[in-house]
């Protein structure tokens, strides 16, 4: 059994016809359909049922089709991790992410400079914004999605990405959730939930107290998670920042805008990383990151 072979028969499920997958795989029609016979028969199983033109998986088919893809995800890795040994000296991208971002956009340049740079191992660190300032700093880290909160440094190249919006989020069951957006003296009385390491909260505390102007009692939480289940349960509401317009679904909780004196609450997100530190893997990443932005 050849894995040519099973990039042909995943190839043809995915697409849902002979044609198109031929086009993906760069050989003809029958070219793959030859390939595909020889591999059912080497099986001694028919993988698929065939009507004229279409197609349907049997039931061999079906388990064959999702146990070849965790085996050609298992070999992908395999070979990833071979790539890297084949020097010593392999480049190591260490990015950086702002704990109060939730958008994909990070994620998804990830993805595609992996794709495009197989080679090359990326580490993430997520922190605060005075954490991800300090280890950039120190040389920890080699690019960070932060907020910004400082004027621009001159050591730094300093690429804006996105303005944010600050909204909350609270109890589907407390009356601000009937508003449309809310302003940062109406909230006074309740409690705020920051999510944030412990070693960190009198800082995000001071920001969103003195820079936002969110007064009154602060509780924190360790994860996103964590800070949603004290929402449901009415302990207070959690500040977050939304790039772009991003749907939301969960029926107890409600997502407000916060405004200040009437105007939305926004924060400018950047990439920043020091010019003395910069090279193509970081910049091509910088890049990257400001497509998905766009």
Same mark, same amino acid.
């Given at each position: 059994m050849l894995l040519r072979q099973i990039e042909y028969f995943q190839a043809v499920v995915e697409c849902g016809n002979f044609y198109t997958a031929a086009e993906k795989c760069y050989v003809s029609q029958s070219a793959i359909s030859q390939q595909i016979k020889k591999l059912e028969d080497e099986l001694g199983v028919k993988l698929l049922d065939r009507h004229n033109r279409t197609f349907t998986l049997t039931n061999a088919g079906e388990h064959f089709y999702r146990k070849s893809l965790i085996i050609r995800s298992d070999i992908e890795q395999l070979v990833r991790e071979t790539q890297r040994l084949e020097s010593d000296d392999a480049f190591t991208l260490r990015l950086g992410c702002y704990k109060g971002y939730h958008g994909s956009e990070f994620s998804n340049a990830i993805s595609l400079f992996s794709e495009k740079y197989p080679k090359i191992n990326v580490q993430v660190t997520i922190g605060s914004h005075e954490e991800l300032y300090y280890a950039m700093e120190t040389g920890d880290i080699d690019l960070a999605l932060n907020d910004q909160r400082r004027a621009f440094s001159g050591a730094y190249n300093n690429m804006v990405l996105s303005e944010s919006r600050t909204y909350i989020e609270i109890s589907a069951r407390n009356p601000l959730g009937h508003l449309g957006q809310v302003d940062v003296e109406e909230l006074k009385n309740t409690p705020c939930i920051i999510v944030i390491n412990s070693?960190?909260?009198? $800082? $995000?505390?001071?920001?969103? +107290?003195?820079?936002?102007?969110?007064?009154?009692?602060? &509780?924190?939480? +360790?994860? &996103?998670?964590?800070?949603? #289940?004290?929402?449901?349960?009415?302990?207070?509401?959690?500040? #977050?920042d939304v790039i772009g317009e991003q749907e939301w679904f969960d029926s107890a909780v409600k997502r407000i805008l916060l405004t200040r004196n009437g105007e939305?609450?926004?924060?400018?997100?950047?990439? /920043?990383?020091?010019?003395?530190?910069?090279?193509?893997?970081? $910049? +091509?990443?910088? $890049?990257? &990151?400001?497509?998905? /932005?766009l």
């Open positions: 070693e960190c909260r009198q $800082e $995000e505390q001071k920001y969103y +107290d003195e820079i936002v102007g969110l007064h009154g009692d602060f &509780l924190f939480a +360790d994860s &996103l998670q964590e800070a949603r #289940l004290m929402i449901i349960t009415e302990q207070g509401y959690m500040p #977050l939305p609450v926004t924060k400018t997100y950047c990439a /920043f990383w020091k010019k003395d530190n910069s090279g193509y893997y970081i $910049e +091509d990443f910088a $890049e990257m &990151l400001k497509t998905k /932005f």
